[in-house]
């Protein structure tokens, strides 16, 4: 895949992203950012499978860089998670390999529909996995002692504000 195809790619999953954050009402300060995570997870599960990287890894990658972007400007902004994260995901849905499945099952070629329903459900099964291991990656060491809200690279920053300094 050349670069100019890579760059058109990304720009339609900008736009896919951006619609899908303005349709669930994403607060306008945040669609930007919102475009950003999913281009960048569609970029990556593009530039992946040209490289000959399977669907299914590509869009674990994707899903968990849609994720890792996600979280951590949940994070920074103080927004709902799911404001990046859905919006983020929805270039990556494989609508496509569904509507197939579906076509061939009309079509009564039964087991090409099982190969495609398969090869779908693990594209969706990607999705949700590589989910999971961002917010895994992103909340590694988090307390939920009411105390540490945030994980191990904000602890410094509210000991030195609640006085605790490690000089004390």
Not at 76 to 98: D, E, N, Q, S, Y
Request: one cysteine or more; hydrophobic letters at 50%.
């Amino acid at each position: 895949m050349s670069t100019a195809a890579l760059l058109e790619q990304g720009f339609w999953a900008f736009v896919a992203t951006l619609g899908f954050a303005v349709l669930f009402n994403v607060p306008t300060r945040m669609l930007l950012i919102c475009g950003v995570a999913g281009t960048l997870g569609h970029m990556w599960k593009r530039a992946l499978m040209a490289h000959g990287i399977d669907v299914v890894m590509s869009t674990y990658i994707g899903a968990t860089v849609v994720g890792l972007v996600g979280y951590t400007q949940a994070r920074f902004f103080h927004m709902p998670r799911l404001i990046f994260t859905v919006t983020g995901i929805i270039p990556m849905v494989p609508g496509v390999p569904a509507f197939e499945t579906m076509v061939y099952f009309m079509r009564d070629d039964i087991p090409t529909g099982l190969e495609t329903l398969v090869r779908t459900g693990l594209i969706g099964g990607a999705i949700a996995v590589g989910l999971v291991t961002a917010r895994l990656l992103v909340s590694f060491g988090d307390k939920d002692d009411g105390y540490n809200p945030r994980g191990l690279w904000q602890r410094g920053m509210v000991q030195f504000e609640a006085g605790h300094h490690k000089g004390d």
